[in-house]
């Protein structure tokens, strides 16, 4: 079945060391979604592309983070330089219509 | 920007018990709040969806109240099973779909005790 995936599923990085975290969408979705979550819970909006086109970011990530789109088969998220606050779950969405999820990129940030 | 909140944090029932799952947002422009459940270890999944323009919907065991002028939903689950237990999220959007983001609430941990 098509599903959205993501790699690395776990990723331990230093503080102050560069992260990237990749997300495969499902097929024909236009639509592609990241989140953070915290603890389980706490699930927020980071950046959003159409058509691989940045619509949305929020201000955190234009000043921290990276996130290209780089094909429609394929989308990357990255932190410049990790900080202990960015240990989360980072999960991807990709939509049609509904929003579908990948299963998440655990980073630990050491 | 919008806020959702979502009440209670945790609830723990008996099997065949039923709950109720509030949540509240505060931006007039959202029209569409799709709901999601997230069991441990597992991905986020949808579970039903409302938008602005309904009042209800249902699906088997799920029903979903919406409040357009209070800017209320209510999430109803009847005779829950242990396999209920999972996270439950309520989210909003200002898109009429999927296709813009989502605003989540904190979410509701439910535990169904056999």
């Known amino acids: 079945d098509a599903a959205v995936t993501q790699k690395p599923r776990y990723l331990i990085k230093m503080k102050g060391q560069e992260a990237e975290m990749k997300c495969i969408p499902e097929?024909?979705?236009?639509?592609v979604f990241w989140y953070q979550q915290k603890q389980s819970k706490e699930l927020k909006f980071l950046i959003y592309f159409q058509n691989q086109q940045p619509l949305d970011q929020i201000d955190m990530v234009k000043e921290r983070f990276s996130a290209v789109c780089p094909s429609s088969s394929l989308c990357s998220l990255g932190i410049r330089t990790c900080e202990a606050e960015d240990s989360a779950l980072y999960l991807c969405s990709s939509s049609l219509g509904e929003q579908y999820f990948g299963p998440g990129t655990r980073l630990t940030v050491l | 920007g919008e806020q959702v909140e979502q009440l209670p944090s945790s609830l723990i029932v008996q099997e065949g018990a039923s709950v109720l799952i509030n949540c509240s947002y505060t931006d007039s422009a959202s029209v569409y709040f799709p709901w999601y459940k997230q069991e441990p270890g597992k991905r986020l999944q949808f579970i039903i969806d409302?938008?602005?323009?309904?009042e209800r919907k249902q699906t088997q065991r799920l029903t979903l109240l919406f409040d357009k002028k209070t800017k209320h939903l209510s999430l109803h689950i009847t005779a829950t099973q242990p396999g209920d237990s999972a996270i439950y999220f309520c989210s909003a959007s200002r898109g009429s779909s999927g296709s813009w983001q989502l605003i989540f609430g904190s979410g509701t941990q439910l535990t169904v005790m056999p």
């Open positions: 097929k024909g979705h236009t639509a």
């Open positions: 409302i938008r602005s323009n309904m």
